[in-house]
T-cell receptor
Framework: NAGVTQTPKFRVLKTGQSMTLLCAQDMNHEYMYWYRQDPGMGLRLIHYSVGEGTTAKGEVPDGYNVSRLKKQNFLLGLESAAPSQTSVYFC????????????FGPGTRLLVL | RKEVEQDPGPFNVPEGATVAFNCTYSNSASQSFFWYRQDCRKEPKLLMSVYSSGNEDGRFTAQLNRASQYISLLIRDSKLSDSATYLCVVNMREYGNKLVFGAGTILRVKS
């Protein structure tokens, strides 16, 4: 039981390049989330999903897209990376709308040059 | 105004000290409250939930005041291993179980 995993752990991109961050959970959780964490700002919600095939915008969705084609996976895409997207990205999951404990992945550090 | 506000610190305390962190939240629709702990370059992990009646887990005591929209965390007999960033978190359950995070308070416990 690996919990929540994220790939890659670290990536350097040039401005304008695209990439996809993968989040996978093996706990059969319904809800999944993508956050970014920047110094002095805490974690901010980018997008979230309340079930397979559904996605919704969070607090800072611009410049990102997501997909939840399989229940266990939640993908975060950057179509054209910008330096402002340099951040640490965390994925999290929770069992359902009643359970409140979110389980976080180890994070992906992204540097956009 | 930020939805969840915390004193960023850092709080530098000696081992064995008692330290208290405070947090305020702006949205009265917030339904559940938590303290998370985050070690350097690691993911946040749940430390404890916060209830109106106050709750205690070993050396940690959390308190919620809904009328004042205020949350606190008290750590007694600080250990070196308590050094971390403590995140105040509220849950907006009606919005997809969404968590709103404070920026965190840094605690450094020194020998």
């Amino acid at each position: 039981n690996a919990g929540v995993t994220q790939t890659p752990k670290f990536r350097v991109l040039k401005t304008g390049q695209s990439m996809t961050l993968l989040c996978a959970q093996d706990m059969n959780h319904e809800y999944m989330y993508w956050y970014r964490q920047d110094p002095g700002m805490g974690l901010r919600l980018i997008h979230y999903s309340v079930g397979e095939g559904t996605t919704a915008k969070g607090e800072v969705p611009d410049g990102y897209n997501v997909s939840r084609l399989k229940k266990q996976n939640f993908l975060l895409g950057l179509e054209s990376a910008a330096p402002s997207q340099t951040s640490v990205y965390f994925c999290a999951s929770v069992r359902d709308g009643v359970e409140e404990t979110q389980y976080f992945g180890p994070g992906t550090r992204l540097l956009v040059l | 105004r930020k939805e969840v506000e915390q004193d960023p610190g850092p709080f530098n305390v000696p081992e064995g000290a008692t330290v208290a962190f405070n947090c305020t939240y702006s949205n009265s629709a917030s339904q559940s409250f938590f303290w998370y702990r985050q070690d350097c370059r690691k993911e946040p992990k749940l430390l404890m939930s916060v209830y109106s009646s106050g709750n205690e887990d070993g050396r940690f005591t959390a308190q919620l005041n809904r009328a004042s929209q205020y949350i606190s965390l008290l750590i007694r007999d600080s250990k070196l291993s308590d050094s971390a960033t403590y995140l105040c978190v509220v849950n907006m359950r009606e919005y997809g179980n969404k968590l709103v995070f404070g920026a965190g308070t840094i605690l450094r416990v020194k020998s």
